[in-house]
């Protein structure tokens, strides 16, 4: 497992040289949403794909 200072100076090498600002923290957040989303599938398990279709079908019929 990498440090949070790899993974970011990971991202930022990956990055065009004219990446702005605002580019920067959007990857950075993505990072993070993408990080605490695995984290939490390993903790909480994971929703399976049929699981996922019916939930996603009752939500659209009501």
């Known amino acids: 497992m990498s440090t949070p200072k790899a993974e970011v100076t990971s991202m930022l090498e990956a990055l065009p040289d004219d990446s702005s600002f605002e ?10 949403k993408v990080k605490r989303g695995i984290e939490r599938a390993e903790t909480e398990g994971a929703v399976s ?7 996603l079908n009752k939500w659209l019929a009501a």
């Open 23 to 32: 580019d920067i923290q959007y990857h950075l957040y993505v990072l993070e």
């Open 49 to 55: 794909h049929e699981d996922a279709k019916v939930r």
